[in-house]
């Protein structure tokens, strides 16, 4: 028998429907179109609108359509992994409601949070189950609501962030294709460069920390850009050197989706043409977890059974990596 791999089977995906655009944001805070566009990439992003509307929302609409796509009886999933850096709420667990909600009785679920990382994170952590031999079907969802902890009077992080989501399943492969390798890093020396200051048990909140503005995201975007620059190039391009991979025999850059200067110098040191790096920053921005699946989601017609994909991001705390994938089905 074969080696056990995990491999991705179906995908999903779901976007709000609001558009802000570069237009829009010009009117909120002291920026342009073309500022943003040079400097980031990003043209839009979507907003999710509507009372009570939380990062659930989203993955349950994600999950939904890849069910809908697959034909997966819920009933079926053994696991379900929500990555996420906006929870609905603490203590509770989104990924308890989305199972139950999307009828995944049999499931367990969990949250994994690990910034930008957390869908990458979460494909590790979904690759061991399978490959231990004791699950055959885990949903990996990627989603957050960034919105609801974006200043939109803050211009340095109101025209990176979006809201969205995307979801994989991993099952058993023994053809070899599904996850190959990893290389996944993490270093404290971020905690200060990228954060939501209070709100945690460090500074819990209170009436100071929200007039203050403590509980929006705050980014050094000098140092967070020059981290993520040198360590997600560095992991993309030691992932192909370990595993013997030249960029012909590479089809695809699976990059977080945080900023197009990040995506090209990572594509540059792995030597690769930019018909090979898949792109949605323009229009759906940093949806943070949800950026490796909605790429996945975008190209999904274009892949092929036996594709080499690269997989890299880099997430505050600091968190990065890349996996190296082999694709395991035809669209």
Known sequence: MNELKAAITAVGAYVPDYVLTNKELE???????EWITTRTGIKERRILKGEGKGTSFMA????????????LNPEEIDMVIVASATPDMPVAATATYVASQIGAVNA?????????????????????YIASGRYKKVLLIGADKMSSIIDYT????????????????????????GVQDEILRSDGIGREFLKIEA??????????????????VF???????????????????RIMERNELTKDDVQWLVPHQANKRIIDATANRMGLEEEKVMINIYKYGNTTSATLPLLLADYEKQLKKGDNLIFAA??????????????????
């Not at 349950?60 to 697959?70: H, N, R, T, V």
Request: hydrophobic share 40%; net charge negative; aromatic share 12%.
């Open 199 to 216: 709100g945690g048990s460090i500074l819990p909140a209170s009436e100071a920390t929200v007039k203050e503005k403590k509980h929006y």
């Open 108 to 128: 367990f679920s969990f949250d994994l949070q690990a910034a930008c990382s957390s869908f990458l994170y979460g494909m590790s952590t979904a690759s061991a």
């Open 60 to 71: 349950i609409k994600a999950a939904e359509d890849l069910m809908q796509k697959s034909g």
């Open 219 to 237: 980014q050094d975007g000098k140092n967070v850009f020059k981290y993520a620059v040198s360590n997600m190039a560095d992991v993309s391009a």
């Open 314 to 331: 880099f997430g505050g705390g600091f968190t990065w990596g890349s996996i190296y994938l082999k694709w395991a089905y035809n669209s």
């Open 154 to 177: 803050d211009r340095a992080t109101c025209i990176i962030f979006g809201d969205g989501a995307g979801a994989v399943l991993f099952e058993p492969n023994e053809e070899g294709l």
């Open 27 to 33: 009117t909120m805070v002291d920026t342009n179109d």
